[in-house]
């Protein structure tokens, strides 16, 4: 089908709204609307709109649905994924940090990533090595020092030890090269030091990078509904934690926490209050039990 839709107005899409049942006394809805956008606002308002019998849309808000509810929801989302992205930050820096010293002291080769004998053929050393060498040069560029002091140490290396490059792959890298390590026994000494489960450490890990992006790319998280699943725990299973939700991920994200006790209360704290403060039943949105908390 073409597309053949034209623009509309700031007014008109507060009209829109306004047709299909939403209640609008907020004098700056226009405002949000171009600050928000009219798509971004509507995903959270997927939440209070009526459905069929076989789930289609029927165009129609709940009764007592209002603008200003909507944007509490999404205002309450915005928090949950400022707070997530903080202690993503703490457990992403942790796993680099553990993965990289592990591996190096088991093989004592500062370029183990690049070791082929290491990994299974789900991945490519090749690209690997590019991406690596890149790395090092988006770094240089932002006049990070380890970088520009290597660089300038090293002129015929065009790929830094590990412990430099720990800083400059990124988070998905990383996970994708945990998850092709070959021998099952540098994997269980990387989920020991981050006192995981090593049967599931590798799908937890992945499934946070997934989580990460969604959080630092301003994705909605409230109703979403993820398409690669971490394992679970006998632990999720007895709360019902569906895997395809951000509450087992949330969960996740706590439980691998653990060896950073301060982080880990922190987040327990935090979480607690914000989950007390959610505008909405939480239970479906969130894939979490009724009246949840750490």
């Given at each position: 089908?073409?597309?053949?839709?034209?623009?509309?107005?700031?007014?008109?899409?507060?009209?829109?709204l306004k047709?299909?049942?939403?209640?609008?006394?907020?004098?700056?809805?226009?405002?949000?609307?171009?600050?928000?956008?009219?798509?971004?606002?509507?995903?959270?308002?997927?939440?209070?709109?009526?459905?069929?019998?076989?789930?289609?849309?029927?165009?129609?808000?709940?009764?007592?649905?209002s603008?200003?509810r909507?944007l509490?929801?999404y205002?309450?989302d915005?928090?949950?994924?400022?707070?997530?992205?903080?202690?993503?930050?703490?457990f992403?820096?942790?796993?680099?940090?553990?993965?990289?010293?592990?591996?190096?002291?088991?093989?004592?080769?500062?370029?183990?990533?690049?070791?082929?004998?290491?990994?299974?053929?789900?991945?490519?050393?090749?690209?690997?090595?590019?991406?690596?060498?890149?790395?090092?040069?988006?770094?240089?560029?932002?006049n990070?020092?380890?970088?520009?002091?290597?660089k300038?140490?090293?002129?015929?290396?065009?790929v830094?030890?590990?412990?430099?490059?720990?800083?400059?792959?990124?988070?998905?890298?990383?996970?994708?090269?945990?998850?092709?390590?070959?021998?099952?026994?540098?994997?269980?000494?990387?989920?020991?030091?981050?006192?995981?489960?090593?049967?599931?450490?590798?799908?937890?890990?992945?499934?946070?990078?997934?989580?990460?992006?969604?959080?630092?790319?301003?994705?909605?998280?409230?109703?979403?509904?993820?398409?690669?699943?971490?394992?679970?725990?006998?632990?999720?299973?007895?709360?019902?934690?569906?895997?395809?939700?951000?509450?087992?991920?949330?969960?996740?994200?706590?439980?691998?926490?653990?060896?950073?006790?301060?982080?880990?209360?922190?987040?327990?704290?935090?979480?607690?209050?914000?989950i007390?403060?959610?505008?909405?039943?939480?239970?479906?949105?969130?894939?979490?039990?009724?009246?949840?908390?750490?």
């Amino acid at each position: 089908m073409k597309f053949n839709k034209k623009p509309t107005s700031l007014e008109e899409q507060v009209a829109l709204l306004k047709s299909r049942g939403v209640t609008i006394d907020n004098d700056s809805a226009t405002q949000v609307l171009l600050q928000v956008n009219y798509y971004r606002f509507c995903g959270y308002g997927l939440y209070f709109e009526e459905f069929d019998d076989d789930g289609n849309r029927l165009d129609k808000f709940l009764p007592g649905t209002s603008f200003n509810r909507i944007l509490g929801l999404y205002r309450w989302d915005e928090r949950l994924k400022t707070l997530l992205q903080k202690y993503l930050s703490r457990f992403e820096i942790m796993f680099r940090s553990v993965l990289n010293y592990v591996l190096v002291t088991e093989t004592q080769n500062p370029f183990w990533f690049l070791d082929e004998e290491l990994f299974t053929n789900s991945i490519d050393l090749s690209n690997l090595n590019q991406e690596c060498v890149d790395a090092l040069e988006r770094a240089i560029d932002n006049n990070e020092l380890s970088a520009v002091h290597f660089k300038a140490a090293y002129t015929e290396s065009d790929v830094p030890p590990c412990w430099i490059l720990s800083e400059y792959l990124s988070f998905g890298k990383w996970s994708k090269v945990f998850g092709a390590l070959k021998y099952q026994s540098h994997v269980k000494k990387v989920a020991s030091a981050l006192k995981a489960p090593p049967n599931d450490v590798v799908s937890w890990v992945r499934s946070l990078v997934i989580l990460r992006n969604r959080c630092a790319h301003h994705g909605r998280l409230w109703g979403y509904r993820f398409k690669i699943r971490p394992s679970r725990t006998p632990a999720m299973h007895r709360l019902q934690l569906g895997n395809d939700s951000v509450g087992a991920l949330i969960f996740i994200l706590h439980d691998l926490l653990s060896t950073d006790v301060p982080a880990q209360k922190e987040m327990t704290a935090a979480f607690n209050e914000l989950i007390l403060a959610c505008p909405e039943d939480f239970e479906n949105a969130l894939g979490l039990p009724k009246g949840f908390k750490f």
